[in-house]
């Protein structure tokens, strides 16, 4: 029997029923302190350890596991492979449980494969994750059905994830890839003098986003695109593709929105036929140099300009700095990435899976872990969440879930093969959100934007950045 007081009053109840009422308010007991222990909170991550953006997998892992470390109280079991988990941590008294990883390939089946196993076999109550764009849309449309579960997205910049689907269940506090090209068409057209360019841009949501963002800024500041070109994700030979781009003395210059493995067998597909690029005819966006187009590819494309990542490579200040250290403190290296986990700080693979992790973090500690009740409370907590201290400049949530972000843009500052070779030029201090200024209004693809010379708010207003200083 086991003696119960409520107001004042003792009364004894079996205690089969003590513990059964335990069950239904959702504590266990802790047979070894004697100390009641929350039910644990369920997690699972999704990122890709095949297809194009397999290299990234750790790396993604990496910035999850760190936040849930720093802000969760957990601790990763290995600092040299973040897939090897972590131990302890807790919100509220629950428990942080990592149910599993998911191992997708970049393509919507992959995904949806994985998350069906993590949240419904496993039983996860919160996926941090996709990667990819394809992806993040498949997953956002699946949480659509199920409302009861959480989904923070990993570092996937497809428009429609949000914009489209509008799952009131999936956040992202990262960018798209649309967003993050604010500020490069104004560059080519005010910088490099082009008044036309061809653009060539992975056939898939991605794709179609960070090509978007190109067009919809170079049109905007008066330049016009005379031929669009699209390869399927995952292409291994571009020689047809770069057939259908005008020749050099056509045009002043080319966009470049392949990612992945593809960006360096695209561009040396192109200058098989055409001969070496200038740094002045060429942009690309954030795979120049998450994909190491910089070291393998050389010199000769030193000065080309790279659309953003929603981060600042050489940024300086205190946020920056802290952001570091933490990295370091919870890893030691990516693998199979050169480097320590810092010299990754700037890589949306590393940050994005960082800051959507946070926002989560911060969610379930204002809520003091409660997932109880469909996760409405830790839902709504969400939508309002802020991390005003994040490195590379405040992010908050604008409409359908989805980050407002300040948006860098990069110069390839190419000394010696093999050199880092990123430098910041300039920061669009407006706050950039999905609808582009208004110049998108529905999901990018094949012909959409259209050029339309209308300027932008940010347009020609970019300031610039000196030396990781923004002046």
């Known amino acids: ?89 807790s919100v509220g008294g629950h428990p942080l449980k990592l149910v599993g990883i998911g191992c997708a390939n970049d393509t919507a089946d992959s995904a949806i494969k994985e998350t069906k196993r993590l949240m419904e076999q496993l039983g996860a109550d919160i996926m941090i994750g996709p990667l990819s764009g394809d992806e993040s849309v498949a ?51 005010q910088k490099n003098k082009w008044k036309t360019a061809a653009i060539m841009m992975d056939d898939y949501s991605f794709g179609y986003a960070s090509g978007a963002g190109m067009i919809a800024d170079f049109c905007a500041a008066g330049g016009n695109i005379t031929k669009r070109v699209f390869p399927p994700l995952n292409t291994t030979d571009y020689s047809s593709f770069v057939q259908q781009l005008p ?45 190491g187009a910089d070291k393998s590819i050389g010199p000769h494309l030193n000065g080309a300009y790279v659309g953003g990542f929603g981060t600042a490579p050489d940024l300086k200040g205190a946020n920056v700095t802290k952001y570091k250290r933490i990295l370091d403190k919870w890893f030691n290296k990516y693998p199979p990435l ?39 409370a830790l839902q709504k907590t969400l939508k309002k969440v802020v991390l005003p201290d994040a490195a590379y400049g405040k992010l908050f949530l604008a409409g359908n879930n989805q980050a407002a972000q300040q948006q860098y843009s990069y110069r390839m500052d190419v000394s010696a093969p093999g050199a880092l070779a990123v430098v910041t030029v300039q920061k669009v201090v407006q706050y950039v959100t999905q609808s582009f200024g208004g110049a998108v209004t529905k999901p990018p693809s094949r012909t959409y934007p259209p050029c339309a010379h209308k300027k932008l708010p940010w347009t020609g207003k970019g300031r610039p950045v000196v030396n990781g200083v923004v002046k």
């Open 139 to 189: 997953v956002a449309n699946y949480a659509k059905q199920h409302p009861t579960k959480t989904f923070v997205n990993g570092t996937a910049g497809a428009w429609d994830t949000t914009a489209a689907v509008k799952a009131p269940n999936f956040f992202r506090f990262n960018g798209d890839g649309l967003q993050w090209q604010a500020g490069i068409g104004s560059i080519a057209r």
């Open 338 to 376: 050169a480097g320590k986990a810092s010299d990754h700080a700037a890589d949306g693979f590393t940050f994005n899976y960082y800051a959507n992790t946070w926002a989560l973090m911060k969610a379930l500690n204002a809520v003091k872990g409660n997932i109880s009740g469909g996760q409405k």
């Open 247 to 291: 020749a050099p003395d056509k045009v002043d210059g080319y966009f470049w929105a392949i990612g992945g493995t593809g960006t360096v067998p695209s561009i040396k597909a192109f200058e098989n036929l055409y001969g070496k690029l200038k740094g002045s005819q060429i942009i690309g966006n954030l795979f120049f140099f998450s994909s």
């Open 1 to 89: 029997m086991t003696q119960v007081r409520r107001r004042g009053r003792r009364f004894w109840l079996p205690a089969g029923l003590v513990v059964s009422a335990a069950v239904i308010l959702g504590i266990t007991a802790n047979a070894a302190v004697g100390k009641p222990t929350a039910t644990p909170i369920k997690f699972a991550i999704l990122s890709d350890c095949g297809g194009a953006f397999a290299a990234n997998y750790e790396q993604d892992i990496g910035g999850a596991i760190t936040a849930i470390s720093q802000f969760g109280g957990a601790k990763p079991n290995n600092k040299n492979k973040p897939s090897a988990g972590w131990h302890g941590g």
